[in-house]
């Protein structure tokens, strides 16, 4: 994204690609396009410079992109802000105080249950082949963390999630597991008639614009 004062533009309209940002598109849709791959459904983010990123990945694909509310950006109060300059501001300074949540903006959960139940309809979506959502950076690495089991609160600058990056899930069923036995007691062998568990895993991770990145002025991911 053009994006030279470094303003954090969350959900505001008018944010699109620089010319280098559509490079990067390209080289995302590019390495989809090389895999071969069967691919059923692109979902984009509503933002413009989610559906300009989606744009090559549509030719390539011969798809036609649809949008899906859930995949947005999270909402944050300093939306529209240059980060340097409103931290030193001590009528922000009330929204820091709790990052778990994280007190700026819109709940990790909230992001997890919305980023979870899109990825679940897009795998209920089609009968075969994958789907690609073109989402944000922190969705993206939210979604990484639950798949991951880790806990949601991180450092910003240290996620791996780069620009025009490509994070890839499978869905598993496995059978239900044996229920713990409380102390002192046998163990109980699993039900087989339970319904099995159904998981999200991460099993790729890809940045085919990784050549390009050093040239980039923004650090968030499309």
């Known amino acids: 994204m053009f994006n030279p004062d470094g303003i954090l533009y969350g959900r505001l309209p008018g944010f699109g690609l620089s010319k280098l940002g559509h490079r990067m598109a390209q080289a995302a849709a590019d390495d989809l396009a090389a895999r071969d791959r069967p691919v059923s459904l692109l979902r984009v983010s509503p933002l413009q410079r989610t559906r300009e990123s989606a744009a090559p990945i549509a030719a390539a694909l011969g798809l036609e992109p649809e949008i899906d509310e859930r995949i947005i950006e999270p909402t944050n109060h300093f939306e529209g802000t240059n980060m340097r300059r409103a931290l030193k501001n001590p009528v922000n300074w009330p929204f820091l105080v709790y990052p778990p949540r994280p007190s700026w903006g819109e709940a990790y959960t909230s992001i997890e249950k919305r980023m979870r139940e899109a990825v679940d309809d ?6 075969s082949g994958d789907v690609v959502l073109v989402s944000h950076q922190l969705p993206i690495w ?16 240290k996620r791996r999630c780069a620009l025009s990056s490509i994070t890839t899930f499978e869905r598993t069923t496995e059978p239900a597991p044996a229920p713990q036995p409380r ?39 499309v």
Request: aromatic share 4%; net charge negative; glycine share 8%.
């Open 183 to 221: 102390p002192g007691e046998p163990a109980v062998p699993a039900d087989p008639d339970a319904p099995p568990v159904i998981r999200v895993v991460e099993v790729g991770y890809a940045e085919p614009a990784g050549s390009l990145i050093t040239a980039a002025t923004d650090v968030g991911a």
């Open 142 to 157: 939210v979604m990484h963390l639950s798949a991951a089991g880790e806990p949601f609160l991180h450092d910003p600058r």
């Open 122 to 127: 897009a795998f209920d979506s089609v009968e």
